[in-house]
């Protein structure tokens, strides 16, 4: 039977895509629910129709999954920051790890038996240090409203608190909503500085304390395992990786095009009299080249920390070239990262030893993973 908008059918949902939304299907035709969990009988309303595969929003549920919770968020299902709320946080971590096997199996042809189960988060609430709102008018209302963007990606959810930020920034949303923007279009960064490392207003930090050491203790173990004495450690922003492995390795060397963290980075390790190492503010792939030369590839490891949309092909085909002895790649988003270790490990010349995930973003869809290279001889 052909589907048409609109249409109220009955699903079972047989997996989770990555992005949260459930996977059912009606015939031949894949269909995409949010807000629903693997096993669950639901009924759902057509509201895209494509080729091959449909959307539908959530109607009822009609046989309910033993993992499903209340959402501890009142904005849930319409803001558009949390997708997990209503699963339990240890069928979280459980979707989360198929979700990155399955990633890594098709899009970088990598054995789903290299990725390791899920490292929890201590604090699955409260945890995120830094959140960015959005004022947008509402101009029927005559209001304005301050929040985050809806799950439908057209407008602000209008929100006076937030369940996965730290109480600090939710102090700082009651501010933020006492002395509004002037106007709608206006993004508002509120942020806890971590204590003891100096970030500049706009320079990266990790978004979780909580599981910080977990983060820090899986880099240091895995450069401890690859016996570097060299470390190149790129996009480092204000010197976290650097400055925390500093004592496993003789020297290091960290890149950054961000001036301000590369000075911010040089008063943290100053502030910690870590000297086995200098930082370059200067374009990546710009000095690569030369580091590698610098240092022998033999005793040297690099880590990889790049923004969400992974590394430039040219970068990674000079790391292919000079065959550093480890290369460690840390990403919160494991569609790029999977397309760049299949470069990376293709004709053999790094092998993938451990991909670690961590969940940095509990409630979300998102998650960081560490992953382990080693160079083939």
């Given at each position: 039977m052909s589907l048409k908008l609109g249409d109220k059918i009955s699903l079972t949902i047989i997996d989770t895509a990555f992005g949260g939304e459930g996977v059912g299907r009606h015939g031949?035709?894949?269909?995409?629910?949010?807000?629903?969990?693997?096993?669950?009988i639901v009924e759902v309303e057509i509201t895209e129709l494509k080729k091959n595969f449909a959307r539908a929003r959530l109607l009822r549920i009609l046989?309910?999954?033993?993992?499903?919770?209340e959402p501890q968020c009142r904005y849930f299902g319409t803001c558009g920051g949390c997708q997990y709320q209503h699963l339990a946080y240890a069928g979280q971590l459980r979707v989360k790890q198929k979700q990155i096997a399955d990633?890594?199996?098709?899009?970088?042809?990598?054995?789903?038996?290299v990725v390791a189960p899920v490292i929890p988060c201590p604090s699955p609430y409260g945890y995120r240090n830094r959140i960015m709102i959005r004022s947008q008018w509402n101009g029927?209302?005559?209001?304005l409203e301050i929040g985050f963007i809806r799950t439908d990606n057209k407008f602000v959810e209008d929100i006076d608190e937030c369940k996965?930020?730290?109480?600090?920034?939710?102090r700082q949303i009651t501010e933020v909503r006492?002395?509004?923007?002037?106007?709608?279009?206006i993004k508002v960064v509120l942020r806890v500085q971590p204590e003891n490392w100096e970030v500049p207003k706009d320079s990266f930090f990790q978004n979780n304390f909580f599981l910080l050491p977990q983060l820090v203790e899986t880099v240091r173990k895995f450069l401890q395992a690859g016996e570097a004495r060299h470390l190149i450690d790129l996009y480092c922003g204000v010197g976290f990786f650097s400055i925390e492995t500093a004592?496993?390795?003789k020297?290091?060397?960290?890149v950054e095009y961000d001036q301000l963290a590369i000075a911010a980075a040089r008063r943290n390790a100053t502030t910690r009299n870590i000297v086995n190492g200098d930082f370059l503010a200067a374009k990546v792939e710009e000095v690569l080249p030369g580091l590698l030369q610098k240092f022998s590839a033999e005793p040297t490891s690099v880590i990889l920390d790049p923004p969400r949309k992974g590394c430039q092909p040219e970068m990674l085909e000079l790391l292919r070239r000079a065959r550093p002895a480890q290369v460690i790649y840390v990403s919160c988003h494991p569609a790029t990262m999977a397309r760049d270790l299949n470069i990376l490990c293709a004709d053999d010349v790094f092998k993938l030893s451990q991909v670690q995930p961590l969940d940095m973003f509990p409630q979300t869809q998102h998650v960081e993973c560490v992953a382990d290279l080693r160079r083939l001889n």
């Open positions: 031949e035709l894949v269909v995409f629910v949010p807000f629903v969990i693997t096993d669950e046989t309910s999954s033993p993992e499903r919770v990633l890594f199996e098709r899009i970088g042809k990598i054995s789903r038996t029927p209302a005559k209001k996965i930020a730290e109480p600090a920034l939710n006492a002395h509004p923007p002037h106007k709608g279009g004592g496993v390795v020297s290091f060397v960290g």
